[in-house]
T-cell receptor, first 118, second 111 residues
Framework: GAVVSQHPSWVICKSGTSVKIECRSL??????MFWYRQFPKQSLMLMAT?????????EQGVEKDKFLINHASLTLSTLTVTSAHPEDSSFYIC??????????????FGEGSRLTVL | GQNIDQPTEMTATEGAIVQINCTYQ??????LFWYQQHAGEAPTFLSY????GLEEKGRFSSFLSRSKGYSYLLLKELQMKDSASYLC????????????FGKGTRLHILP
């Protein structure tokens, strides 16, 4: 299957600082990537759809000025949590889809990034 | 709105069979996915249904009834490593759009 790599895996930061998380598609190009957030024992909540070369599409209730998404190339999307607070502590996971005759459009996920804000 | 329901937790015995149900009410339907997620890890793709019927893949099978908005994941010959969360997800719109996840079912396997 396709490989999606996410970095960093773990990050601890002080309240008020900003944190950047990278998501890369290693062996395919992804015009669209999806960012999810997952709280303990909860399911994946879609935050936004990242579109290469254009603005991200945010889900209702997600602050676009707080969660900045940049998709500057066909293999890289970044999520920046600005002015992080303890309530932003969560597991952030990116995913991408491989389109083509061999696939059904399933999502391939990165390893996830666990953010802890002190 | 979009709504995907599945049981929160289930318990089964090693070697047995378990069925995890999922019902959905979404604005559209263009495919249903099942993912497995071990604690602290990213989800991995298990199965996909877009037409009614049963799809079998080794020990895992998935069934879909579009008219009933219903799917199930069937796991046979359960192994301890099958202890995980199982996520039902629906793609409401065509292939280039987002996938919505249910809250997941935590499956506990007893020896």
């Amino acid at each position: 299957g396709a490989v999606v790599s996410q970095h960093p895996s773990w990050v601890i930061c002080k309240s008020g600082t900003s944190v950047k998380i990278e998501c890369r598609s290693l062996d395919f190009q992804a015009t669209t990537m999806f960012w999810y957030r997952q709280f303990p024992k909860q399911s994946l909540m879609l935050m936004a759809t990242s579109n290469e070369g254009s603005k991200a599409t945010y889900e209702q209730g997600v602050e676009k000025d707080k969660f900045l998404i940049n998709h500057a190339s066909l293999t890289l999307s970044t999520l920046t949590v600005t002015s992080a607070h303890p309530e932003d502590s969560s597991f952030y996971i990116c995913s991408a889809r491989v389109l083509g005759t061999a696939g059904v459009g399933e999502l391939f996920f990165g390893e996830g990034s666990r953010l802890t804000v002190l | 709105g979009q709504n995907i329901d599945q049981p929160t937790e289930m318990t089964a015995t090693e070697g047995a069979i378990v069925q995890i149900n999922c019902t959905y009410q979404t604005s559209g339907f263009n495919g249903l996915f099942w993912y497995q997620q071990h604690a602290g890890e990213a989800p991995t793709f298990l199965s996909y249904n877009v037409l009614d019927g049963l799809e079998e893949k080794g020990r895992f099978s998935s069934f879909l009834s579009r008219s009933k908005g219903y799917s199930y994941l069937l796991l046979k010959e359960l192994q301890m490593k099958d202890s995980a969360s199982y996520l039902c997800a629906v793609r409401p719109r065509p292939i280039d759009d987002k996938i919505i996840f249910g809250k997941g079912t935590r499956l506990h396997i007893l020896p």
